[in-house]
């Protein structure tokens, strides 16, 4: 309501939207303190990874979901402007909703060499135990549904993990999956 409101389009033509999504993961993330990239740099080197909640339930979703999400958000917006000017929710299936434990499991698993992961005994700050989207609104409205499971998410990981540590060109890598990716739902 405080900016581009949507009663007053037709003197601003502005159609804006806010957009949320779950937890997203991919190849390439070197932040601190998020899962994917503590668990990717410790098992490059050859140490078990340190998890602090492995109950904890996420929305996990590969990166390249949300932002065709934000993508086909960002046309309707151009195109229809306020109609579309609301908030949005871009999350996996309810079938990919999983404890951090699990996702550390299976992507120990799918590595192999020996990775391994810990349980943190330090104290830590309050975690919501359960997250989930509702993404309904983004399916009925927008036509938008996620196209890739967690698994294969967890498996494109791997690859750019993988070929990162073997010195590939991961620019090229990471083209190639976008291509992949896009070959899989305009297919």
């Keep these: 309501s405080s900016f581009f409101n949507v009663h007053d389009y037709k003197k601003h033509g502005v159609g804006l939207a806010s957009a949320r999504a779950g937890n997203v993961i991919g190849g390439g993330d070197w932040a601190l303190d998020r899962l994917i990239p503590d668990v990717m740099h410790a098992f490059i080197q050859h140490e078990a990874v340190v998890i602090r909640n492995p109950q904890a339930i996420r929305p996990w ?90 698994s294969h998410a967890l498996d494109q990981i791997i690859v750019w993990y993988r070929a990162y540590i073997n010195k590939s060109d991961m620019r090229q890598v990471t083209l190639d999956q976008i291509t992949q990716y896009r070959q899989h739902i305009f297919s």
Aim: proline share 7%; hydrophobic share 35%; charged share 25%.
């Design 61 to 150: 979703q590969h990166v390249l979901e949300p932002l065709r999400g934000y993508l086909d958000l960002a046309q309707k917006l151009y195109e229809e402007g306020p109609t579309f000017a609301e908030a949005w929710n871009f999350g996996p299936d309810n079938e990919d909703v999983k404890p951090v434990e699990w996702i550390v499991k299976t992507l120990a698993e799918r590595w192999g060499d020996g990775a391994r992961w810990t349980l943190d005994q330090g104290g830590h700050p309050h975690e919501a135990t359960f997250l989930r989207l509702d993404i309904s609104k983004a399916d009925q409205g927008l036509g938008w549904k996620p196209q890739m499971n967690l």
